[in-house]
C-alpha cells in the first residue's frame, strides 16, 4: 500500500480490463493438472488442523512457483492464481475430516459447523461414516453446492469487483487501512495486534525491496507455534525414534524433492535464458 | 544509502536476532530448548551463508549501485500516517481517531474538496459503528477513555 501511495497509482499498471470469465475457465482447463494437485495439496493442508486458512494459499503458491518451468510468477502469470484458488477452495473439504472424524475444527468455518453439530445433537467421530452418514453426505453435498453457486457469484461479480483494482491508491487505501486496522485488532483484542501488524508491514516492505522472499517468513510466523508444540510431544514421547517412523520419513522425503526441484528449475530456466548473472529473484518460494 | 549496503545491515540485523535468540534459548529447560535453540542456530548459518554471498557479489559487481525505493521520503510519509493513525487510535480510540485520519487523509492528500470528505468520513463512522454493532466487534481501548 505505501508503495501504491508513494507511486501514485492504481492496484492495476494498466488503465482498462481485459478478458473475459470465458479466457479464466480456458486457463484453468489448460492447467488442468496444475488445479489437480494444488487441489490434492489443499485437501492435505486442510486436513491438518489449525494449519489450512493461513497458510495454504502461499504454500500452494510456493509449491507451484517451485515445480512449474518458465513461470513468472508475481509478474502476471495466471498459474499463480490458479494453484492458490485451487488450493484455497479445496482446503475446506480436507479439514471436514478431522472435524467430522475426530471432533477437531480444521479452522474457523469448521468449528462454526462442529458447534452447530453440537447444538442439533450429534457428535463428532466414527458415527458420522456409520449411522449419521446421510448427515455427513449432506454436509459434503452442501460444499460442493456453495462452490458451484461462488463459482457462478464470482463470474457474474468478476468483472465488478476487478474495477477495484483501477481505484488510485491515494482514493482507496485510507479507506482499506481502516479495514485492516479493525481485522487485525480482532484476532486477539490485544493492542499488540496492531503493533504486530505495524511492525511486521514494515519488515516485510523492506524485504520486499531488499529482495528478501516474504513467504517463508509468514509460514514460519503462522507454524512456529503447532510445529514446536508438536516437536516437544514427539520428543517427550519417542525420544529421536519419531525421526525413523515411516511417515516422517517419506515426508522428508517429500521436503527435499521438492526443494530439489525448485533448484533444478531454476537451473534449468537460468541455462535457457543464457543467464550466467547471480543476481536474481530468490528461487526458494 | 544503496540497497546493497541496506541489504547487508539487514541481514547483520537478522543474523544478531537468531544469535541472541539462540543465547536466549540456552537458558530453557532441555525440551522447551530443543526446537527454539536449533531453528536459531540453522537460521544463524542460513543467515551468515547468505552474508557471505552478498559481500562476495558486492566485491566481483562492476554495476551502479540501486537505490531501496525510487521515491523513498514519499514512503516513509505513508509509514509515518499509519503510525500516526495507530496514535490517533491509541489517543481518542477508533470513532474519533479514525475520523480525524480519514479526514486529513482525504482533505489534503486525496485533495476531495470539504463536503465530499465530511460525508465520506460520516459513511466511514456510521458504517464502522454498523458493522461493530451486527458483528459484536471490540474496539481498542484509548487514552481517554472515550
Given at each position: 500500500m505505501i508503495d501504491l501511495l508513494s507511486g501514485k497509482q492504481?492496484?492495476?499498471?494498466?488503465q482498462s480490463i481485459a478478458g473475459s470469465w470465458l479466457q479464466g475457465v480456458r486457463d484453468s482447463l489448460r492447467n488442468k493438472w496444475l488445479v489437480f494437485r494444488s487441489s490434492v495439496l489443499g485437501t492435505v493442508i486442510g486436513f491438518i488442523p489449525g494449519l489450512g486458512g493461513s497458510v495454504v494459499d502461499w504454500m500452494a503458491w510456493g509449491f507451484a512457483k517451485n515445480t512449474i518451468k518458465d513461470n513468472y510468477f508475481g509478474?502476471?502469470?495466471i498459474r499463480g492464481v490458479i494453484a492458490v484458488e485451487s488450493a484455497t477452495n479445496s482446503k475446506e473439504g480436507g479439514s471436514l475430516i478431522p472435524t467430522l472424524?475426530?471432533?477437531?475444527?480444521?479452522?474457523g468455518t469448521t468449528a462454526i459447523l462442529l458447534g452447530g453439530l453440537t447444538l442439533m445433537g450429534l457428535q463428532a467421530g466414527p458415527r458420522m461414516v456409520t449411522t449419521d452418514l446421510p448427515v455427513t453426505m449432506s454436509i459434503v453435498w452442501t460444499l460442493v453446492f456453495a462452490n458451484v453457486i461462488g463459482a457462478v457469484a464470482c463470474i457474474v461479480l468478476a468483472k465488478h469487483v476487478a474495477r477495484?483494482?483501477?481505484?488510485?491508491a491515494n482514493k482507496l487505501v485510507p479507506f482499506l487501512m481502516i479495514l485492516l486496522v479493525i481485522g487485525a485488532y480482532q484476532?486477539?483484542?490485544?493492542w499488540g495486534d496492531l503493533i504486530v501488524f505495524v511492525g511486521l508491514g514494515v519488515v516485510a516492505w523492506f524485504m520486499k525491496h531488499l529482495d528478501w522472499p516474504r513467504a517463508p517468513l509468514l509460514i514460519g510466523f503462522v507454524l512456529a507455534v503447532p510445529v514446536e508444540r508438536y516437536l516437544w510431544i514427539s520428543i517427550s514421547r519417542y525420544e529421536y525414534t519419531w525421526l525413523t517412523n515411516p511417515g516422517v520419513i517419506i515426508i522428508g522425503i517429500i521436503i527435499i524433492a521438492i526443494l530439489a526441484s525448485g533448484i533444478w528449475i531454476e537451473r534449468k530456466n537460468k541455462a535457457n535464458r543464457g543467464d550466467d548473472d547471480e543476481e536474481g529473484e530468490p528461487m526458494y518460494l | 544509502m544503496s540497497k546493497e549496503k541496506l541489504s547487508i545491515i539487514f541481514s547483520i540485523l537478522v543474523f544478531a536476532i537468531f544469535g541472541l535468540a539462540a543465547l536466549e534459548a540456552q537458558n530453557f529447560r532441555e525440551l522447551a530448548r530443543f526446537f527454539p535453540f536449533y531453528i536459531a542456530i540453522m537460521g544463524a548459518i542460513v543467515v551468515l551463508a547468505d552474508l557471505i554471498v552478498q559481500l562476495r557479489r558486492r566485491s566481483k559487481s562492476k554495476k551502479p549501485e540501486k537505490a531501496l525505493h525510487e521515491n523513498l521520503p514519499a514512503a516513509l510519509k505513508y509509514l509515518l500516517i499509519i503510525i500516526g493513525y495507530l496514535v490517533l487510535i491509541y489517543i481518542f480510540g477508533i470513532f474519533i481517531g479514525t475520523a480525524i485520519y480519514l479526514f486529513c487523509f482525504l482533505y489534503?492528500?486525496?485533495?476531495?474538496?470539504l463536503i465530499k470528505s465530511i460525508i465520506s468520513v460520516a459513511i466511514v463512522i456510521g458504517f464502522i459503528m454498523l458493522f461493530g454493532d451486527v458483528m459484536n466487534l471490540y474496539w481498542p481501548k484509548n487514552l481517554l477513555g472515550l
Open positions: 492504481s492496484i492495476s499498471s494498466t509478474k502476471g502469470d472424524m475426530f471432533g477437531i475444527p480444521g479452522g477495484l483494482t483501477l481505484i488510485p484476532s486477539t483484542r490485544h | 489534503f492528500e486525496t485533495k476531495f474538496g
